[in-house]
């Protein structure tokens, strides 16, 4: 199993431009999750999906938008990006059933210039 | 609403000595608790959970109990590795929002020869 794969691991882009950051998981995971990691802060949650079709706001949405039309996929649009989303991107997945934990993706490095 | 608070680092350790990362919650319900190790370089990794009051999580000689008394949940290795130098973070799902997860800010842990 490939587990959640994120591409691309690294991006830059200029301030204003979109972008869109894929994620996949070949899991059959209901539940799926975009968070960004910034130093000294730990891990602060963008949106998340407990199913195909059904996506919300976590703690920082602003900048960003999400959709769920398959199980699998997952992707983070940036809509214009900004300096402040200069950071580290990672997906996670889990099933909808239990205590387990999420499986975390590799990352995506994104600089904002 | 939910929140994770661990001990500040970095914690510098040689190798064979007895790590303690502290980790303290606020939640609703009863939370299942986590920890996540992160290698340079890559991904969040599970490394223990417990589901419910004192529960012992372990893994690769790493050992947490969930104490629901002083809602702490701390993280213990009698000899640790060069190996084991990494950022842990420990995290908390609870309740109607157990599809979320709610981190603390990470402790770097270098182990020196």
């Known amino acids: 199993n490939a587990g959640v794969t994120q591409t691309p691991k690294f991006q830059v882009l200029k301030t204003g431009q979109s972008m869109t950051l894929q994620c996949a998981q070949d899991?059959?995971?209901?539940?799926m999750s975009w968070y960004r990691q910034d130093p000294g802060m730990g891990l602060r949650l963008i949106h998340y999906?407990?199913?195909?079709?059904?996506?919300d706001q976590g703690e920082v949405p602003n900048g960003y938008n999400v959709s769920r039309s398959t199980t699998e996929d997952f992707p983070l649009r940036l809509l214009s990006a900004a300096p402040s989303q200069t950071s580290v991107y990672f997906c996670?997945?889990?099933?909808?059933?239990?205590?387990?934990?999420?499986?975390f993706g590799s990352g995506t490095r994104l600089t904002v210039v | 609403g939910n929140s994770v608070t661990q001990m500040e680092g970095p914690v510098t350790l040689s190798e064979e000595a007895f790590l303690t990362i502290n980790c303290t919650y606020t939640?609703?319900?009863?939370?299942?608790l986590f920890w996540y190790v992160q290698y340079p370089g890559e991904g969040l990794q599970l490394l223990l959970k417990?589901?419910?009051?004192?529960d012992k999580g372990s893994n690769k000689g790493f050992e947490a109990t969930y104490r629901k008394e002083t809602t702490s949940f701390h993280l213990e290795k009698g000899s640790v590795q060069v190996s084991d130098s990494a950022v842990y973070f420990c995290?908390?799902?609870?309740?109607?929002?157990?599809?979320?997860?709610?981190f603390g800010k990470g402790t770097l842990l270098t182990v020196n020869p």
């Open positions: 996670a997945s889990r099933e909808n059933r239990g205590s387990h934990g999420y499986t």
């Open positions: 899991m059959n995971h209901e539940y």
């Open positions: 999906s407990v199913g195909a079709g059904i996506t």
């Open positions: 939640a609703t319900g009863y939370p299942s």
């Open positions: 417990a589901t419910k009051a004192d």
């Open positions: 995290a908390l799902s609870s309740g109607g929002s157990n599809y979320k997860l709610t």
